[in-house]
């Protein structure tokens, strides 16, 4: 009986939260800076998580913490709040269970992030794994239930990588379609089916059953995220059974402040149309509720620099475009970048995620930036020849299939009234930088 692994979540200038897994139901006890926060934790509840904030802190201070849970287990470490200005944060996404990259962690530290955002593919949820990290995890099929969901997240949340980057910096986390045991997950049959999520001639109720399971285990596993503003209202996706409940499409996204950058992190799967609809004006990766939240909020912003946290890119670097990507629901990313310029807001930046490739996007007519810091753990896909549309740099590979390139991560960071991003690789080597200047949606690079 003891505490599995702790991380540190959402994080304030004055306040820091301490994610907790115990295999011991009973008290955890987060002691810091003279005072004690409490939560009762259940095994038998959320996997035995709990979240506990600690209050009372200073901006931009470390302090030390110490945690007990009610079998006297001990673990130590250090909290950290966000700066009044100024600000870092870094973004990875696709970091599966069997790559574990020390040295892409040491360097998000040293960087000096305030925060990492998670974009999705972070367990790679599908095939079994024996024996992983102290864990054995089953195939993902169609009656995995959250329990089988939450193995998977274990594994990952026990690598070496994991647990240095966890207990440094404040994590906050999306999910992308290798949560759910498949690729290009859009809530019908015939994506489930070819996913294994559903067998051969299932129905639309068993998808739903299915994406419930596993969005259990990813709750329980986004614990340390902050709550979603108020007022914002599950729906269900075009295509759910109509016996489903829109309790099973809880409100995920949410935005938080790091100093001088305020970063919006939108939830790319859980309201989705289906990849093959018409792209028109009802074809949304959003959802209706999610898209009014986001217009409303980033316009309502007050920061000098608003980063909206995508998994799924607004261009892409290869040809194509496999629903992985805003390619297939153009009518809405269009209406988002109008939206935006129309609206005059300004210092706006997408960090986006998903397709195991580095590149940047720069529509200068319209003020778009959209830049791609990935894969944190997986190999690269091939690029293909020459820059299209918006692209101005990517990651070169090696052409003809699966390369191993160095794992990469971005990184904005806020000085002043400039806002520096850009893409490093898991030594520590820069790959790409680029600038925006505060009242400006102007990228310069070097």
Known sequence: ??????????????????????????????????????????????????????????????????????????????????????????FISCDERTRPLDDLAQNIIAFGANALCHQGDYVYAAAALSGYNGETSPAITGSSTAANYATHWRQCMR??????????????RMFDDHEFGGDNWDHTVTQAQSALNVA???????????????????AWYMAGNPASDAGTTAEKPSNAAGGTSVNQYPVAYYRNTVGDIEFFHIDCFSYRSPNAATDNASKTMLGAN???????RIAASTAKFKIIASGKTTYIATA?????????????????IS??????????????????????????????????????GVDHIAQA?????????????????????????????????????????????????GTVQAGTNVLTTA
């Open 1 to 90: 009986m003891a505490i599995s692994f702790w991380w540190l979540g959402h994080a304030t200038t004055t306040q820091a939260r301490v994610c907790v897994r115990t295999t011991t139901t009973g008290t955890v006890t987060v002691s810091c800076a003279g005072q004690s926060f409490t939560a009762a934790a259940d095994t038998a509840v959320a996997d035995g998580i709990v979240a506990i904030d600690v209050l009372g802190l200073e901006p931009g201070k470390s302090y030390p913490v110490t945690i007990t849970d009610a079998s006297a287990a001990v673990e130590r470490g250090t909290l950290r709040t966000m700066p009044a200005t100024g600000g870092k944060v870094a």
């Open 159 to 172: 690598k070496s990588d994991k647990r240095l980057l966890e207990t440094a910096i404040p994590q906050y």
């Open 200 to 218: 051969p001639g299932g129905t639309q109720a068993e998808v739903d059953a299915s994406w419930w399971a596993a969005r259990q285990a990813a």
């Open 290 to 296: 999610q898209k009014a939240w986001l217009k409303v």
């Open 320 to 336: 194509g475009g496999t629903g992985d990507d805003w390619r297939r629901f153009s009518t809405e990313r269009d209406e988002l």
């Open 339 to 376: 939206f935006i310029q129309s609206t005059g807001l300004t210092g706006v930046v997408w960090m986006c995620g998903d397709p195991h490739s580095a590149f940047v996007v720069y529509d200068p007519a319209r003020g778009h930036i959209a830049v791609t810091a990935n894969p944190a």
């Open 385 to 433: 020849a020459g820059y299209p549309q918006f692209v101005t740099w990517k990651q070169q590979g090696a052409a003809g299939g699966q390369t191993r390139l160095p794992a990469v991560f971005g990184l904005a960071e806020a000085a002043g009234d400039t806002l520096t991003l850009r893409l490093i690789d898991q030594y520590g080597a820069e790959l790409w930088r």
